[in-house]
């Protein structure tokens, strides 16, 4: 794949305003290379062609008008199979979900279009979005475009490979515990997990409701920036949605690094990180310095207690949301004689092995005898990681780390592992659990041509600056490293 191919939001505009290409032709020249790539890659589990070429026809037809355009206008988007989407088929990469086509559209979906961009289709994911390979897709996993041997990351792998292969311009992901970032750094690509609150949670089907949030993935911070001005605001429909104000996000990214001060968590570079990460994050983090940043070397304490409380808290919550999938109201429906052994049977066939063991195991954390043991304590060690961040916030204006600490493993080499696999998201669920936000950059490859991921993380509804830091990473050449 060229980089001719690579389209951004503005390359894609200033095409449609000079006559280079319609918006048809130009989801068509997308939908040709989904054709030519995604039966090896497996990044698409559904396309919506008839909706794609309708949404370019009005584009193609208000250019032929002489109207004004709307901000992304004709850029192709993929969206996570977790994100509902009206009359698409959205599975969650789950049998139990098989065949399943939404009423409605989530909003942040609804406002993308609105907005002028083209929904190509529904990229695949981890079932549930439990995981942090793409393996435990009940459709197959997808395989990096960097290196087709390698995971693309999960949950969100679909979409980062999507995008990476310039299958997308951009896409939507959905963010639990590292699952926006993760496979943005395993797959070389910008990627976006917003503060709890700024995007609207309506029509993402829920894992983990207090943790779980959407955002998008694009090859340029720009085009990150760009997404999040849209789908970023209060909606009346999500009720953990904030009014906080949304700046121009665009607008932000020019500003100067001058005497900003850089958190270096002396606790994110502990045993256990890949050689050569550490290597390419030093390395990013001497160039921001360079860019006029202040680096400030900061302590986390309860960062090594994350994954623990992390998988207490978001299976409990996985338990209770993951009740509803019965085989009563949609759905599978496996027969059985009493409706004791419905459940059993739809439930034992639907259901993936990684999404039963956290069934289980939340089930376990929230049961009589065991609540105050796991789940309380689970949630008394988040309010003393968000203290870590708060505390970290009044000395420094951002926090820099790894965003994974290992670059891409080979398909199949932790999944005998599942805590080895978890260890995969120890810089990520911190951020998850205190609700702050945190992008992914690209920031050099290993020497077999691994990405490797830069990741900043801001105070809570401080996109701004995160944006504003990963942009100047970018446009000095951070991805080169």
Known sequence: MSAATAWTIPEVRAALDTGKISARELVKEFYARIERHNGELNAYLALSPDRAYAQADRIDAAIASGDALPPLAGVPLAVKDVISTHGIPTTCGSRILEGYRPPYDATAVTRLEHAGAIVLGKTNCDEFAMGSSNENSAYGPVRNPVATDRVPGGSSGGSGAAVAANLAVVALGTDTGGSIRQPGSFC???????????????????YASSLDRIGPFARTVRDVAAVMSVIAGRDPLDSTSAAAPVPNYVAALGRPLTGLRIGIPDDYFAEGIDPEVRQKVEGGIRLLEKLGCRRVSIRMPNTEYAIAAYYIIATAEASSNLARYDGVRYGLRVPGGTLIEMYQKTRGRGFGTEVKRRIVLGTYVLSAGYYDAYYLKGQKVR???????????????????????????????????????YLADIYTVTGSLAGVPGISVPTGKTAEGLPVGLQIYGP????DRVLQLAHAFEQAGGAEL
């Open 188 to 206: 070389g690509v910008a990627a976006l997990n917003p503060s709890y609150g700024r995007v609207s949670r309506y029509g993402l089907l829920a």
């Open 460 to 463: 809570a509804f401080g996109e």
């Open 383 to 421: 309010s003393l990681i968000a203290r870590d961040f708060h505390e970290a916030f009044e000395k420094v204006d951002a926090i820099v780390t790894p965003t994974s600490p290992v670059p891409p493993f080979r398909l199949g080499e932790r999944t005998s592992n599942p805590l080895q696999m």
